[in-house]
C-alpha cells in the first residue's frame, strides 16, 4: 500500500509539472494533466481534497481550456477585425498546432493578417486586428498557467504539509 501511495505522489508531480509546460506547448494539454494531478494526489495519504474543490477545479480548467482557443478570436474581434480576420486567425490556430510551440503564438497572428489583407485591409491596417489576436493567446496561456500553477501549488502544499507532519 505505501508503494502504491508513493506512486501516485509522484506520477501526480509528473502531471503537474507536465501540466505547466503544457500551458506553453500547444499538444500538451496542460490544464488537464494538472487536474488530473490533483486526483491522482486525492488518492494518497498526502491529500484528501473536497468534492467541492474537485468540481471548482474541474469547471476552472475546462472554463480556462475552452478560453484558451476563442481569446485569439476575441482579441481579433476586439481590435476591429472583420469576419476574414477572425476565419484566419481560427484557421492559423489550427495549422498553428502542427508547428508546436511559435506556430501557436504565430499561427493566429499570421491568420488574422492573410484573412484582413485578402479582405481587402492594407498591411498597416491589418496589423492591429492582428495583434489582437496575438494578445488573444497569450491571455490563454496565462489563463492556463495561473490554472496549473495553482493545481502545482496545492499539489506541493499537500505533500510539503504531510512530510512536515510525519517529521513533527
Not at 89 to 117: D, K, Q, R, T, V
Not at 123 to 139: H, Q, T
Request: proline share 5%; aromatic share 14%; net charge positive.
Amino acid at each position: 500500500m505505501n508503494f502504491v501511495n508513493e506512486l501516485l505522489m509522484i506520477l501526480s508531480v509528473v502531471l503537474a509539472v507536465i501540466g505547466i509546460v503544457g500551458c506553453i506547448v500547444p499538444v500538451i494539454p496542460g490544464p488537464v494533466l494538472s487536474f488530473f494531478g490533483l486526483v491522482a494526489l486525492h488518492f494518497t495519504a498526502y491529500a484528501d481534497f473536497s468534492v467541492k474543490f474537485f468540481v471548482i477545479m474541474f469547471i476552472a480548467g475546462a472554463v480556462v481550456t475552452v478560453l484558451d482557443f476563442v481569446f485569439p478570436v476575441l482579441g481579433t474581434k476586439k481590435f476591429g477585425g472583420t469576419k476574414r480576420g477572425i476565419w484566419g486567425a481560427s484557421i492559423g490556430l489550427l495549422a498553428g498546432l502542427f508547428f508546436p510551440p511559435f506556430g501557436i503564438i504565430a499561427g493566429p497572428f499570421a491568420g488574422a493578417l492573410i484573412g484582413e489583407i485578402t479582405g481587402g485591409m492594407k498591411f498597416d491596417e491589418a496589423l492591429l486586428p492582428s495583434l489582437g489576436s496575438l494578445m488573444g493567446v497569450l491571455s490563454g496561456i496565462v489563463a492556463k498557467m495561473i490554472f496549473s500553477g495553482l493545481a502545482f501549488y496545492y499539489i506541493a502544499a499537500a505533500i510539503f504539509r504531510t512530510v512536515a507532519e510525519k517529521i513533527a
